[in-house]
């Protein structure tokens, strides 16, 4: 039971206390913060060498192009998960 796999605390207790998925929020910030590095992460390390072989106006124009395609892309996926039933305030 879920008192049993709690130590004995009680069934609502435990889902008060419970800080799996979901259970915190990181904010405006953090989630900007946390794309920003999952998007530029990877790639920061071959930049250097792109620019080096291709100059400067090449490598420029395609990551302008990239910033803006992805984020297109991440604004119709906010646009579609809010327009979800119950999900306006996304």
Do not use: K, Y
């Not at 930049?47 to 192009?65: M, Y």
């Amino acid at each position: 039971t879920v008192a049993e796999d709690n130590d004995g605390v009680d069934g609502e207790e435990a889902v008060a206390t419970d800080n799996t998925f979901g259970g915190q929020n990181i904010g405006l910030i953090g989630s900007i913060a946390l794309m920003v590095n999952n998007v530029v992460g990877p790639g920061i390390v071959a930049l250097p060498r792109v620019f080096q072989q291709a100059g400067w106006l090449v490598p420029t124009v395609a990551l302008s192009f990239a910033f803006l395609v992805s984020s297109f892309a991440c604004t119709m996926t906010c646009q579609a998960m809010q327009m979800a039933p119950g999900n306006h305030r996304f």
